[in-house]
């Protein structure tokens, strides 16, 4: 053999085909994005290649309370009257009516996150409830110990300024625009909706909404679901009443509000028409529609891989902040229709992409943020493939993997695993990019078709419910008939990487023919365990220069690969 060339085999793939036979999420129902900085050093790996004795001490914030209550509680549904008319005062009032199921009796309090805003008064089945607003919590005592199977409705009336988050997130009043972000990018807990409304504020509890919206001076309630009803009620002010009928995590609950116009239009899709919303203010209409022109190859491509759209319609409103993955209603930053179609398809094919990852079914807590932002952004790279093709694909796979190998660790200040994430990196870099190119990395281990049906069962096993990296390992596995425990151990649970070179190579007779072995090195930077089941992809080239591509699985510090051939 003249020349031989080693290449990494976590980026092969197979021809697309069009089965119909899998899982779908409609059948099996179970019930400018540039991530922030961290200033300051969590670990004493900063900076450092990783040192195997070394131990981090993440100490992160334990959200087991939180999610404990969903044991006791079962919350049903939020139905948020908000008073925004006093816009210059950048104030609110509002009336939370929540219903929700006992699913453990005995219990005399039931405790909300709500933070900032001041509690007027509470009732517990209409009638007046004690309650105790002890900084972010919101305690409200029931009237006599609580049964299990008991309906609850509450109700509690509340005012002032919404707190925001000092970098992103919060309620916005700006440019004539009063719309919130609900999820605070320097804040742990991350999850932003109790700084509008009282409720369980955690990725794992889901309820369904209704939004009464009273605004002034032009500005109309936008919001996600679908309206019901307007009403004006003198002068400029009107009332406007929505609905959202599929339940989400309450940092996906949102509101939107201003001067703004809606253009509509219907998308074929593969599995029927989706109704596009695209909203923003006059002036901005004609230039958003030229940005979002490409909008249905991001639909499309999705739909392929990770199954049927699940919400009412693709929704996008201009905010001056963003983006976020609010469903049906995506916040998206207004100044992006300056920018680029190619910025913009790069931006609203990774929010689209949470309509199943994030939305659809949600990391269990915050460190496991990967879980929704890897897919999301692989999400925009699918949608390059689809749209532009392979080769522009491999383009965008190789720019982000450069980019994972020389600036993760600097960024995001040391190397770190995906699960669980230190809270002062949950969205950093390594979230979004090496979260992306996990997820490449995880297609070429199972290979495009088994990756796709098993993405698509595992959002259908878990539809409108949430996950852990454990959950996701276990899932994969059933759902591939794949042993995940050697790719997830290695490139989930530990920081680093690893890469394959020649060590050396020998060709002798064998046996009428010719045997040529590879003998395989694998490198680790910033990680101690190898890679195990590893997929190779390794090129040969003849004496006539034609070249032969064999596929390969290797693992351990030392390995080797045989090819046997007829000529030399």
Same mark, same amino acid.
């Given at each position: 053999?003249?020349?031989?060339?080693?290449?990494?085999?976590?980026?092969?793939?197979?021809?697309?085909?069009?089965?119909?036979?899998?899982?779908?999420?409609?059948?099996?129902?179970?019930?400018?994005?540039?991530? /922030?900085?961290?200033?300051?050093?969590?670990?004493?790996?900063?900076?450092?290649?990783?040192?195997?004795?070394?131990?981090?001490?993440?100490?992160?914030?334990?959200?087991?309370?939180?999610?404990?209550?969903?044991?006791?509680?079962?919350?049903?549904?939020?139905?948020?009257?908000?008073?925004?008319?006093?816009?210059?005062?950048?104030?609110?009032?509002?009336?939370?009516?929540?219903?929700?199921?006992?699913?453990?009796?005995?219990?005399?309090?039931?405790?909300?996150?709500?933070?900032?805003?001041?509690?007027?008064?509470?009732?517990?089945?209409?009638?007046?409830?004690?309650?105790?607003?002890?900084?972010?919590?919101?305690?409200?005592?029931?009237?006599?110990?609580?049964?299990?199977?008991?309906?609850?409705?509450?109700?509690?009336?509340?005012?002032?300024?919404?707190?925001?988050?000092?970098?992103?997130?919060?309620?916005?009043?700006?440019?004539?625009?009063?719309?919130?972000?609900?999820?605070?990018?320097?804040?742990?807990?991350?999850?932003?909706?109790?700084?509008?409304?009282?409720?369980?504020?955690?990725?794992?509890?889901?309820?369904?909404?209704?939004?009464?919206?009273?605004?002034?001076?032009?500005?109309?309630?936008?919001?996600?679901?679908?309206?019901?009803?307007?009403?004006?009620?003198?002068?400029?002010?009107?009332?406007?009443?929505?609905?959202?009928?599929?339940?989400?995590?309450?940092?996906?609950?949102?509101?939107?509000? %201003?001067?703004?116009?809606?253009?509509?239009?219907?998308?074929?899709?593969?599995?029927?028409?989706?109704?596009?919303?695209?909203?923003?203010?006059?002036?901005?209409?004609?230039?958003?529609?030229?940005? /979002?022109?490409?909008?249905?190859?991001?639909?499309?491509?999705?739909?392929?891989?990770? %199954?049927?759209?699940?919400?009412?319609?693709? %929704?996008?409103?201009?905010?001056?902040?963003?983006?976020?993955?609010?469903?049906?209603?995506?916040?998206?930053?207004?100044?992006?229709?300056?920018?680029?179609?190619?910025?913009?398809?790069?931006?609203?094919?990774?929010?689209?992409?949470?309509?199943?990852?994030?939305?659809?079914?949600?990391?269990?807590?915050?460190?496991?943020?990967?879980?929704?932002?890897?897919?999301?952004?692989?999400?925009?790279?699918?949608?390059?493939?689809?749209?532009?093709?392979?080769?522009?694909?491999?383009?965008?796979?190789?720019?982000?993997?450069?980019?994972?190998?020389?600036?993760?660790?600097?960024?995001?200040?040391?190397?770190?695993?995906?699960?669980?994430?230190?809270?002062?990196?949950?969205?950093?870099?390594?979230?979004?990019?090496?979260?992306?190119?996990?997820?490449?990395?995880?297609?070429?281990?199972?290979?495009?078709?088994?990756?796709?049906?098993?993405?698509?069962?595992?959002?259908?096993?878990?539809?409108?419910?949430?996950?852990?990296?454990?959950?996701?390992?276990?899932?994969?596995?059933?759902?591939?008939?794949?042993?995940?425990?050697?790719?997830?151990?290695?490139?989930?649970?530990?920081?680093?990487?690893?890469?394959?070179?020649?060590?050396?190579?020998?060709?002798?007779?064998?046996?009428?023919?010719?045997?040529?072995?590879?003998?395989?090195?694998?490198?680790?930077?910033?990680?101690?365990?190898?890679?195990?089941?590893?997929?190779?992809?390794?090129?040969?080239?003849?004496?006539?220069?034609?070249?032969?591509?064999?596929?390969?699985?290797?693992?351990?510090?030392?390995?080797?690969?045989?090819?046997?051939?007829?000529?030399?």
């Amino acid at each position: 053999m003249r020349v031989l060339l080693l290449c990494m085999g976590l980026a092969w793939m197979a021809g697309q085909t069009q089965a119909q036979d899998w899982l779908r999420l409609d059948e099996l129902k179970s019930s400018s994005r540039n991530p /922030f900085l961290v200033q300051g050093c969590h670990a004493d790996l900063c900076g450092k290649e990783w040192d195997s004795n070394a131990k981090v001490l993440q100490n992160n914030y334990d959200m087991g309370p939180s999610i404990a209550r969903s044991d006791s509680f079962d919350v049903q549904h939020y139905d948020l009257t908000l008073d925004v008319t006093a816009y210059n005062q950048q104030a609110m009032s509002g009336h939370a009516v929540i219903d929700f199921d006992v699913l453990t009796g005995g219990g005399s309090r039931v405790w909300w996150d709500f933070v900032g805003m001041a509690v007027d008064s509470v009732q517990w089945n209409g009638v007046g409830a004690v309650h105790h607003h002890w900084g972010p919590e919101l305690h409200v005592d029931a009237p006599s110990a609580m049964e299990a199977g008991e309906a609850v409705t509450m109700d509690v009336w509340y005012s002032g300024q919404p707190n925001d988050d000092p970098n992103w997130g919060g309620v916005y009043y700006a440019s004539d625009l009063i719309y919130n972000l609900g999820i605070g990018l320097t804040s742990i807990p991350p999850n932003f909706g109790k700084v509008w409304y009282p409720c369980f504020d955690n990725f794992v509890e889901r309820a369904t909404y209704t939004y009464r919206i009273k605004s002034a001076g032009g500005r109309r309630a936008h919001n996600q679901g679908h309206m019901l009803e307007e009403t004006l009620l003198g002068g400029d002010t009107v009332l406007r009443v929505w609905a959202l009928d599929h339940p989400i995590p309450t940092h996906l609950s949102a509101f939107a509000v %201003g001067p703004y116009v809606d253009h509509d239009y219907v998308h074929e899709g593969a599995y029927g028409n989706i109704p596009v919303r695209l909203t923003s203010k006059a002036g901005d209409s004609a230039a958003m529609q030229n940005k /979002f022109a490409d909008l249905g190859f991001a639909i499309d491509a999705l739909e392929y891989w990770w %199954g049927p759209y699940a919400w009412e319609r693709v %929704g996008y409103v201009l905010t001056t902040d963003g983006a976020l993955e609010i469903p049906t209603n995506i916040a998206y930053p207004r100044f992006m229709v300056q920018e680029s179609n190619f910025a913009n398809g790069d931006l609203f094919a990774h929010e689209l992409g949470h309509h199943w990852w994030g939305d659809i079914v949600a990391p269990t807590i915050h460190n496991h943020m990967w879980l929704k932002e890897g897919p999301a952004e692989y999400s925009s790279h699918l949608f390059t493939e689809w749209k532009d093709g392979h080769e522009a694909f491999v383009d965008l796979v190789k720019d982000n993997q450069l980019f994972v190998l020389e600036q993760c660790h600097i960024q995001d200040l040391g190397f770190h695993p995906l699960s669980p994430m230190p809270d002062a990196e949950i969205y950093g870099r390594h979230t979004y990019y090496k979260g992306a190119s996990i997820l490449h990395n995880l297609r070429a281990y199972l290979g495009d078709e088994v990756y796709r049906s098993a993405m698509q069962t595992v959002l259908a096993e878990r539809f409108d419910s949430h996950m852990d990296a454990a959950d996701f390992e276990a899932l994969l596995a059933d759902a591939s008939g794949v042993d995940m425990a050697p790719f997830f151990d290695a490139q989930i649970y530990q920081p680093g990487f690893s890469t394959w070179v020649v060590d050396s190579v020998q060709t002798g007779p064998d046996n009428g023919c010719y045997a040529t072995t590879v003998f395989l090195h694998q490198k680790l930077r910033a990680c101690d365990g190898f890679h195990e089941n590893e997929p190779l992809d390794i090129t040969l080239w003849d004496a006539a220069w034609d070249t032969t591509l064999v596929h390969a699985r290797v693992g351990g510090e030392w390995d080797q690969v045989t090819f046997w051939h007829e000529t030399p």
